[in-house]
């Protein structure tokens, strides 16, 4: 093959070549160690994936946006996810370095881009994390049996619950990766014998007038009108999006949230022993499992209580369906399992956004002191100051409705990616590719259609901070990353 430059223009579209990406891997200051397989990379995908989905998610969405067609939605947002994440296997295959969509678009789309879908992806992870924080410190006080885990100091509600579990985290990611992956199999193994408990117990107590009507017709609630609608909404004049088909469009947006996490398992390329064979079947095996998981257990949902039961309900989540039949034992249960769930879901969040600061810190983009390894492979310092940001926003700031957020920053790299396929394919066709995905360009067409759609269904707040959260971003680049681009003094 031959070897390519580091950059292909000056500027901010200069252009990180493949084989360049891939000899940064080797210098030994910032080398990650391999010790991951794909079995390893399909448990990341499911410990990471199975957690806030279907034990929060899946009840409020239905009780609140689409009735007993929630298992519609999973659908779509699967259908979405999918077709990405073919996008995702051939380019970890093609580049298998970390960074996941940021080292992809610094491949394809240049400098600039990648700074673009590298901030993006630290919103998405970082929100992600603080809000499942959140949700593990409220199933714990559900657990032990007190209100949540918070206490006031100085007038500021400080939740102790979620600083626990970030805490946690951070140690056992920063002692070495393949820790985390046994962490993460252990308590996978634990939540996904209670989902399997969830559907086979659940499905006892399925009453099919609970199905009726699948699609309620739409209503117009509070909230639906101004920037609570969603974009959709806002440029058509349609109607709200509480049920009906709008509802449903609107379902599938919100529970794409329950997917996220096939992606981080392509920021783990660099450290996994055989990349271009084992990323793509630990990111599609992911998938596969939890899409399954999840349209089961909606179901069951649906079935055992009605949609207007869980919308009136105090507290929405799994447990809930299950005390309103009074089982009150599996409510118990299930709430040990969302608490250990959640726990791994933490982990690789926080495990992905590692790794993409990682790899900005080694191109220099961000100060490269940070992408020094320890002694055990792993970035130390970035994951000590991954781990107080996370903390410091799960324990002080109120987050309750940041979840699109994390929605469309996924999509948004989501369909960057899929672009990149079609232009990598044109651009470097002699590339070695250990997956191919099929139908190109058909394929990442029909996933850039399916995301955009997705993101015009997030409300138009959710747009404003996005918009905001990039322009913070534009400021960093051209004030610090812009000057200290490794790429760019290369060139020079």
Known sequence: MTQQPATRTTGRWRTKSVEQSIADTD?????????????????????????????????????????????????????????AALCYAEFASTVPVAGSAYTFSYATFGEFVAWIIGWDLILEFAV????????????????????????????????????????????ILAYGTKLSAGVSLAITAIKVSVVLLVVIVGAFYIKTSNFSPFIPPAETAKGD?????????????????????????????????????????????????????????????????????????????????????????????????FALNGIDWAAKVISIGALAGLTTVVIVLVLGQTRVLFAMSRDGLLPRQLARTGQ?????????????????TATVFPIDKLEEMVNIGTLFAF????????????????????????????????????????????????WIRFVIWMLIGLVVYFLYGRRHSLVGRRAG
Request: glycine share 12%.
């Open 27 to 83: 210098e030994p200051d910032t080398r990650l160690r391999k010790d991951l397989n794909w079995w390893d990379l399909t448990v990341f995908g499911v410990s990471v994936v199975i957690g806030a989905g279907i034990f929060t998610i899946t009840a409020s969405t239905a009780g609140n946006l689409t009735g007993p067609a929630i298992s519609v939605s999973f659908i779509i947002a699967a259908i979405a996810c999918g077709l």
């Open 225 to 321: 009108s101004g920037t609570e609608q969603s974009l959709f909404s806002l440029m058509t004049g349609a109607e709200g999006s509480h049920y009906g088909w709008y509802g449903l469009l609107a379902g599938a947006s919100i529970v794409f949230f329950a997917f996220i996490g096939f992606d981080i398992v392509a920021t783990t390329a660099e450290e996994t022993k055989n990349p271009q064979r084992d990323v793509p079947r630990g990111i599609l095996a992911s998938l596969a499992i939890v899409t399954v998981l999840y349209v089961a257990v909606s179901v069951v949902l649906s079935g055992m209580v009605s949609y207007k039961q869980l919308r009136d309900a105090d507290t929405q989540n799994l447990a809930t369906a």
């Open 415 to 462: 369909v960057l990616v899929s672009a990149g396929v079609i232009v990598l394919r044109r651009s470097r066709p002699e590339l070695e590719r250990g997956f191919r995905a099929p139908w190109v360009p058909v394929l990442p067409v029909l996933s850039i259609i399916a995301c955009v759609w997705l993101m015009l269904n997030l409300t138009g707040l959710t």
């Open 128 to 171: 992600a994390a603080a809000v499942v924080a959140k949700g593990w410190s409220s199933y714990l006080g559900t657990v032990f049996g007190f209100g949540g885990g918070t206490v006031s100091v100085g007038g500021f509600a400080i939740d102790w619950g979620a600083l626990i579990i970030i805490a946690f985290v951070t140690a």
């Open 376 to 392: 055990h492979g792993t970035p130390v310092r970035i994951t000590l100051i991954v781990g107080a940001i996370v903390a410091v």
